[in-house]
C-alpha cells in the first residue's frame, strides 16, 4: 500500500485520472463495484504489485528429487552456449505504467503464462498460495478509494524523489540517503 501511494505521489497526473474515475463513479462503491467496476484503480493496484511485491523471493523445498533444466549449458540452434534463461522483462519494465493493464497487448505473451493471480507471483500460487490475496487487494484499493477522493499527495522532496528499497522480510521504501524506513509526503485537501 505504501508503495501504491509512492508511485501516486511521484506521478501527479496518474493520481488525477485515478481520482477522476473515483470521482465519476459517484457513492460508496460495493465489493463487488470495487472489484470490477473500476478498471484504472485495478490497473494501478496490479501494476504497484508487479513492480513492487511485498515478498520478492519465495523459498521452496522439494518433497523430492526432481532434474533441474540447464544443469549443465545447452546449446542454442544458433550455436550460443547458455547456462541461464533470461527472463522477459519488456522495455518498460521499471516504468510504473498502469495503462499496460488495460491495453490488449500492454501484458507480454510471457507474462500471460504465469498462472499467478492477474499473472503475478505476488501471492505466490498452487496449494500454497496467499489464502489473503483478496482480502489484501480489496483493502489496498479501499485505502486508495479513500485517501485519492480526499487528498492530493506529494513527496516531500517533488516528484524526482529518489526512493530505494531496504530489505528485511518485506520490502520497505525510504528516502535515499536518509535513515529509517519513512517516506514524508505532503499531503493536501483535495478541493476539485
Known amino acids: 500500500m505504501t508503495w501504491a501511494l509512492i508511485e501516486l505521489a511521484q506521478h501527479p497526473d496518474i493520481q488525477t485520472k485515478?481520482?477522476?474515475?473515483?470521482?465519476?463513479?459517484?457513492?460508496?462503491?460495493?465489493?463487488d463495484q470495487l472489484t470490477n467496476?473500476?478498471?484504472?484503480?485495478?490497473?494501478?493496484?496490479?501494476?504497484?504489485l508487479r513492480l513492487h511485491p511485498s515478498v520478492p523471493e519465495l523459498a521452496r523445498q522439494a518433497d523430492e528429487?526432481?532434474?533441474?533444466?540447464?544443469?549443465?549449458?545447452?546449446?542454442?540452434?544458433?550455436?550460443?552456449?547458455?547456462?541461464s534463461i533470461a527472463i522477459e522483462r519488456g522495455t518498460d519494465a521499471r516504468v510504473f505504467k498502469p495503462e499496460r493493464w488495460l491495453e490488449a497487448d500492454g501484458i507480454t505473451k510471457k507474462a500471460q503464462e504465469v498462472k499467478g493471480h492477474?499473472?503475478?507471483?505476488?501471492?505466490?500460487?498452487?496449494p500454497r498460495t496467499c489464502l489473503g490475496k483478496l482480502f489484501a487487494v480489496a483493502e489496498i484499493k479501499t485505502v486508495l478509494w479513500?485517501?485519492?477522493?480526499?487528498?492530493?499527495?506529494?513527496?516531500?522532496?517533488g516528484p524526482n524523489t529518489k526512493v530505494?528499497?531496504?530489505?528485511?522480510?518485506?520490502?520497505r521504501p525510504r528516502i535515499a540517503g536518509e535513515?529509517?524506513?519513512q517516506v514524508p509526503m505532503r499531503v493536501r485537501q483535495y478541493k476539485g
Open 65 to 83: 528429487d526432481d532434474v533441474i533444466p540447464l544443469l549443465e549449458p545447452v546449446r542454442t540452434k544458433s550455436g550460443e552456449v547458455v547456462d
Open 118 to 126: 492477474r499473472h503475478l507471483l505476488t501471492f505466490g500460487d498452487g
Open 146 to 157: 479513500v485517501v485519492i477522493k480526499s487528498f492530493v499527495l506529494e513527496m516531500r522532496d
Open 18 to 31: 485515478l481520482r477522476q474515475e473515483l470521482l465519476s463513479f459517484g457513492g460508496e462503491p460495493s465489493y
Open 37 to 48: 467496476n473500476l478498471p484504472y484503480l485495478d490497473a494501478i493496484v496490479q501494476e504497484t
Open 164 to 171: 530505494e528499497i531496504t530489505r528485511g522480510i518485506t520490502l
Open 179 to 181: 535513515d529509517g524506513i
